[in-house]
């Protein structure tokens, strides 16, 4: 489940934002704390971090980097108390969807919550599908992946008996057993699979 995570070690500022996300509906977790945040969450975590620049220990931009180490699927918006180019420019490089300055602007905060939390669940999906096109992969022979190349490649059974030295039936079966492991019923389905990975 999508979840909003704030972490400033502010207390003052993490429950003025909590109470002003939680009356529009939107419930949130508080950290003091990059570590105690890191404790918490796990990598697999959708949602949205709000993290504070201006942290002891480890600073907002640290910790988005961290996140980004662990292929977290949250999407993070940075805050600061002072407004800094440089700073800015580092956090959105790095995927931050905005850097705003507080006192926070609830009718700039919320949109891109939203979008957050939309791009957050995509991420999911596609680490989803990511994982289950590995693990078709992994159930393929050598001389599957060989054909599925060639299969891809628009080669008919009898470009494939040439290429690979083999009897035109004995293609059939592979090309059968390939589809079937894949999951798709024919050749094109198998190609549109295949570039939709390699996007």
Avoid at 76 to 86: D, E, F, S
Wanted: proline letters at 2%.
């Amino acid at each position: 489940m999508s979840a909003i995570f704030l972490v400033d070690d502010d207390n003052d500022v993490r429950e003025s934002l909590q109470w002003m996300l939680e009356a529009k509906g939107l419930q949130t977790t508080g950290f003091d704390s990059a570590a105690a945040f890191l404790d918490a969450v796990d990598r697999d975590q959708t949602g949205v971090a709000i993290l504070d620049i201006e942290m002891p220990g480890m600073d907002g931009l640290a910790l988005q980097q961290e996140l980004n180490r662990r292929g977290s699927l949250l999407s993070v918006i940075i805050l600061t108390g002072h407004a800094n180019v440089p700073r800015a420019v580092s956090a959105l490089k790095s995927g931050a969807l905005d850097f705003l300055e507080k006192p926070v602007d609830g009718a700039r905060l919320l949109p891109l919550i939203e979008r957050g939390l939309r791009a957050s669940r995509e991420r999911q999906q596609e680490d989803s599908q990511a994982g289950d096109w590995q693990a078709k992969l992994a159930q393929l022979t050598e001389r599957e992946t060989q054909l599925m190349q060639l299969v891809v490649e628009g080669k008919t059974n009898k470009e494939i008996c040439d290429r690979l030295f083999i009897a035109q039936r004995t293609v059939e079966i592979h090309r059968a057993n390939l589809l079937k492991k894949m999951g798709v019923k024919n050749a094109a389905e198998l190609a549109f699979l295949v570039g939709r990975q390699n996007r």
